[in-house]
């Protein structure tokens, strides 16, 4: 309605123009129904913790004079409690990569150790279901960027091949160097052999709050964020983040990040120049 009123209005100017109008207001109603959307989901996503606190504190009321009664319904609400905790760190987290410029405080950051932190974020749930990781690919690659920014984005991905893979499988992180006509860039690819994402929701999974399985997501502790976060992360520092999965079979994620030649003596970025 109000965007053809508005292209009758300006119809003289020429349809070029008119279309651009009609496309920004589509856009901006996208962008409202969205951010609505995000608000009804995180509203949502937080009551569903909230209440079942509530409901597990009066059961532990009535339950006073059963002692392990109550020893059960306080490990429940320790999970429930936990699970809140993640969703508001991570809400936290999204907000700052959507709000901050990375690369105000940007550096160049040694892959390898972004490897090695995201491997040993990871390195007890992967023990408890016997999944090896191993990394492989060029060492001493570094990037450009926000350190502890990369950090999480790189942890979001190994902890999803290692939460949704079954017991006894591999996960890998391949790291190289390839060239691109805006410079070179590192690729990361981590690659698991676990459940893998059906081609309808592949390009889905990196929207706030989607997830394949809902009731897997939960029980690994997810929160429906990593994805979106890892995204956000990827297109700020100038990279992207792809997927490619074959269901049964795995996934690889991959993340492009601009390379910092600081290893072979040039740097990237801005520069103070007197
Ligand atoms: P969550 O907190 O649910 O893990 P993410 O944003 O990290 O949220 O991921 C969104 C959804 O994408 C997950 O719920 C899961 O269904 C799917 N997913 C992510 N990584 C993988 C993977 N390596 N293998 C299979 N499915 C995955």
């Not at 009804?40 to 009551?47: D, I, Q, R």
């Amino acid at each position: 309605g109000e965007a053809l009123a508005v292209s009758a209005r300006v119809a003289p100017l020429g349809s070029r123009l008119v279309l651009l109008l009609v496309e920004d207001l589509t856009e901006a109603r996208r962008i409202e129904a969205v951010r609505r959307d995000f608000v009804a989901n995180v509203s949502h996503e937080l009551k569903t913790p909230v209440g079942a606190l509530s409901l597990l504190s009066e059961a532990v009321m009535d339950a006073s004079d059963d002692p392990e009664a109550v020893e059960r319904f306080a490990g429940r609400m320790q999970i429930e409690a936990t699970r809140l905790t993640n969703l508001v760190q991570e809400l936290i987290d999204l907000s700052r990569v959507q709000n901050d410029d990375p690369l105000e405080d940007a550096e160049p950051v040694r892959v390898d150790e972004l490897v090695a932190e995201a491997v040993d974020r990871c390195r007890q749930q992967a023990g408890s279901k016997q999944i090896t990781m191993a990394s492989g690919g060029t060492s001493d690659l570094f990037v450009w960027g926000n350190r502890g920014q990369l950090a999480a984005a790189l942890g979001n991905l190994v902890e999803n091949a290692v939460n949704y893979s079954p017991a006894r499988t591999r996960v890998g992180i391949a790291v190289h160097r390839m060239a691109a006509s805006g410079g070179d860039l590192v690729e990361i690819a981590v690659t698991d052999q676990g459940f893998g994402i059906p081609e309808k929701d592949r390009e889905r999974v990196f929207e706030r709050f989607y997830r394949v399985d809902p009731a897997r997501s939960r029980a690994t502790g997810g929160t429906g964020l990593g994805l979106a976060i890892v995204k956000h992360v990827a297109a700020s520092h100038g990279g992207e983040v792809t997927v490619w999965s074959s269901e049964g079979q795995g996934s690889t994620f991959t993340l492009r990040l601009p390379e910092s030649g600081v290893a072979r003596g040039r740097t990237r970025g801005p520069r103070i120049v007197n």
